[in-house]
């Protein structure tokens, strides 16, 4: 799956920003209807999209990081950063909230995640936007 977002401003980096995806099917077998990933970028994306650098963080996690354009530190600092082994001033750097976090992705506090109580949300279904291999509905 490939997730497409337009813009009409040039983005700040470490600001989280959200991005409306479509459906999930749940490997339980719910359905969420509409779903949200929160995510922060760094750095800037080159013409050909060669320099893009996915980081995952933890299942409570958040996606902040590191610095952007504010001085709230992040959970990464010391490896991404400008001059940093991932170097935001090379890449491109994407951090996305998982599907049922609490940092700005549906969760449990969503309306369509409401739609879906009672059914558990999987580490596959949190991985399927994220790799790519989710069932959009």
């Given amino acids: 799956m490939t997730i497409t977002i ?19 099917d749940l490997e339980a077998g ?3 209807p509409e ?4 995510y922060e970028t760094w750095g ?14 933890a299942l409570t996690g958040s996606t902040h990081v590191t610095r952007g354009d504010s001085d709230e530190p992040g959970w990464w600092e010391q490896l991404a950063g400008p001059g940093a082994p991932v170097d935001t001033d090379r890449f491109f750097v994407v951090s996305i909230n998982i599907v049922g976090g609490c940092y700005g992705s549906t969760g449990p506090s969503s309306v369509a995640r409401t739609a879906s109580r009672g059914v558990p ?7 399927g936007f994220h790799g790519g291999g989710g069932q959009a509905g």
Avoid: C
């Fill in 6 to 24: 337009s813009r009409t401003a040039a983005p700040g980096n470490g600001v989280v920003r959200y991005a409306s995806i479509g459906g999930l």
């Fill in 30 to 32: 719910g359905y969420l």
């Fill in 35 to 38: 779903v949200t990933l929160g």
């Fill in 44 to 57: 800037t994306l080159n013409a050909d999209g060669s320099n893009a650098v996915l980081i995952e963080h």
């Fill in 121 to 127: 949300l999987s580490p596959g279904d949190a991985a």
